[in-house]
């Protein structure tokens, strides 16, 4: 069962097709299910989150797809500063790149919608004065937004 239906599927579709101007990467931190059900270990909401990317991948050309092993690809885990998951990673024409832990749902998944958009073209739609605040920093900033869905 699809988790992003038709009529949305065809909005976020169209909305890729006038919106991305340059090719994305999801890198996506999973877990491999296992067969035995050992409840500590599992990756809750990771099957559901892949699935999810996956749709979303899939309504544009313009977006990639990678899935990493968590624990396989400690390497990578650690180079895109990963360490929990489910977690995907967008990279784009933008200098930095955008960071997600756990699934997107509810108002989460509109934003990354318009990240990966943003992530693509390498712009935002900060006003100036905001640009202007954030030209002036003299070392890298690590921003962290928390959301739940309650």
């Known amino acids: 069962m699809s988790m ?7 909005l976020i579709r169209d909305h890729f097709k006038k919106h991305l101007k340059n090719p994305v990467t999801i890198d996506y931190f999973t877990q491999r299910e296992s067969v035995l059900a050992v409840p500590i270990q599992q990756c809750e909401f ?3 989150t892949g699935q999810l990317l996956e749709e979303v991948a899939a309504l544009s050309d313009q977006i990639t797809l990678n899935v990493h092993d968590f624990v396989a690809e400690e ?3 650690k180079e895109f500063g990963i360490n929990r998951i489910p977690a995907f990673v967008l990279s784009g ?6 960071r997600f832990l756990g699934i997107p749902s509810g108002y989460e998944f509109s934003a990354v919608i318009e990240d990966l958009v943003d992530v693509s ?3 935002t739609d900060l006003s100036p004065k905001a640009l202007e605040g954030l030209a002036g920093l003299s ?3 690590h921003i962290q937004v928390f959301s739940t869905p309650t």
Do not use: M, T, Y
């Open 121 to 123: 073209n390498g712009a």
């Open 75 to 77: 390497g990578k885990a």
């Open 139 to 141: 070392k890298p900033v």
């Open 4 to 10: 992003i239906s038709d009529k949305d599927g065809r």
């Open 46 to 48: 990771c099957r559901e």
């Open 93 to 98: 024409k933008a200098k930095g790149r955008v």
